[in-house]
């Protein structure tokens, strides 16, 4: 089995675990399994996978922990599900970089399309760091797409993969007006139906990061209330 296509799940009721990783294998994934939080960590950090599955609720650390340790270290889709429901829990979660949020009870059929969505984003933008792409450059913020490096007042600013295509997706498009659906469709590749807190998250996070000098007023994203976003120049 090639090493890209290794899933580790993270989930301590068993019969769920066993039953999403049968669908996984019979869609040609090589899956791991672990109950325990802490233990689930540590084989995320020290092997090599390509996606993980977290439940939120674990014994040892908590799905929350492991995203926000794995996530400073290694740079692979990351799936949150969870009984949980709150809006709350969501926020937090995309927040701490995960990439997706799944609520509990959902099909099996729709986690294996959403591991093959977001392993092929990873994917394609593997392939297209290999292209040389022209630098971005707009009253003090510098994007390099080839090297996927992020220069605020020349000091370096790190993001994760969602933030970075989703920052470079705006910025090659000035004064375009976008909607938060059609956000979603364009850096997630799926359907935008219960996941608009993904791009609002996100949109909180790279403001964050490049409105250094008054976040309460944007100078770079602006929100056209009603209507979307856009990156101004």
Same mark, same amino acid.
């Given at each position: ?9 993270? /989930?301590?009721e068993e019969a769920?675990?066993?039953? *999403?990783?049968?669908? $996984? =294998?019979?869609? &040609?994934?090589?899956? @791991? ?89 990873? /994917? ?7 292209? *040389?792409i022209p630098i $971005? =450059?707009?009253? &003090?913020?510098?994007? @390099? ?82 209507v979307g976003y856009?990156?101004?120049?």
């Amino acid at each position: 089995m090639d090493e890209r296509k290794r899933i580790l799940i993270v /989930e301590d009721e068993e019969a769920i675990a066993e039953l *999403e990783r049968d669908y $996984l =294998e019979l869609s &040609g994934f090589s899956v @791991d399994l672990e109950s325990d939080g802490g233990k689930g960590l540590a084989r995320a950090l020290k092997e090599d996978y390509a996606l993980l599955i977290l439940d939120l609720m674990l014994p040892g650390k908590d799905g929350f922990e492991i995203c926000g340790e794995v996530r400073e270290r290694k740079d692979i889709p990351i799936i949150l599900v969870s009984a949980r429901k709150d809006d709350i829990d969501k926020i937090r979660g995309l927040g701490l970089g995960a990439d997706d949020y799944m609520t509990k009870p959902f099909s099996a059929s729709e986690l294996v399309a959403r591991v093959k969505a977001h392993l092929a984003r990873y /994917e394609r933008l593997l392939g297209s760091s290999r292209t *040389e792409i022209p630098i $971005l =450059e707009i009253r &003090g913020i510098k994007i @390099d797409s080839t090297a996927r490096r992020v220069f605020v007042n020349g000091k370096e600013v790190p993001f994760t993969a969602r933030e970075f295509d989703l920052l470079y997706f705006l910025a090659s498009h000035p004064n375009h007006v976008y909607s938060k659906e059609e956000l979603f469709k364009e850096i997630w590749k799926m359907d935008s139906v219960g996941d608009i807190a993904t791009v609002t998250v996100h949109i909180k996070k790279l403001r964050e990061k490049i409105e250094i000098d008054n976040l309460s007023k944007p100078q770079y994203i602006e929100t056209i209330w009603g209507v979307g976003y856009r990156f101004k120049v």
